[in-house]
């Protein structure tokens, strides 16, 4: 059973924006570190950024950081991704992840075995 829902994909120019959505009608969001992963053609799936349970800290992969945003709306319980400045490098399926904290958590880890809750993915597709 996927816990968590991801929207907001679809195409996009180089140099575009696009913001992702990962939500749960099963999981309190600010109770789990999430995490957002992505799988690029040809690509092993590498995390992208996290924010950690209980808000607070962030991490970013070094390929993203200054163009993603990672961010919470508690009252809506949805986590969101912001993506500035698409590069090809970028385009692939986008995916959300969850692991739960009782309160504040730890650090957020940009590691696949860290998370228990997945997503289905969304695609994100370069527009000619």
């Known amino acids: 059973q996927l816990y968590l829902t991801e929207s907001g994909g679809g195409l996009v120019q180089p140099g575009g924006s696009l913001r992702l959505s990962c939500t749960s009608s099963e999981l309190n969001l600010d109770n789990y570190a999430v995490a957002w992963f992505r799988q690029t053609p040809g690509k092993e799936r590498e995390g992208v950024s996290c924010t950690r349970s209980s808000g607070g800290s962030t991490s970013y992969a070094d390929s993203v950081k200054g163009r993603f945003t990672i961010s919470r709306d508690n009252a809506k319980n949805t986590v969101y991704l912001q993506m500035n400045g698409l590069k090809p490098e970028d385009l692939g399926v986008y995916y959300c992840?969850?692991?739960?904290?009782?309160?504040?958590?730890?650090?957020?880890?940009?590691?696949?075995?860290?998370?228990?809750?997945w997503g289905q993915g969304i695609q994100v597709t370069g527009s000619p």
């Open positions: 992840a969850a692991e739960f904290y009782a309160g504040l958590g730890p650090e957020c880890a940009l590691l696949q075995r860290e998370y228990d809750y």
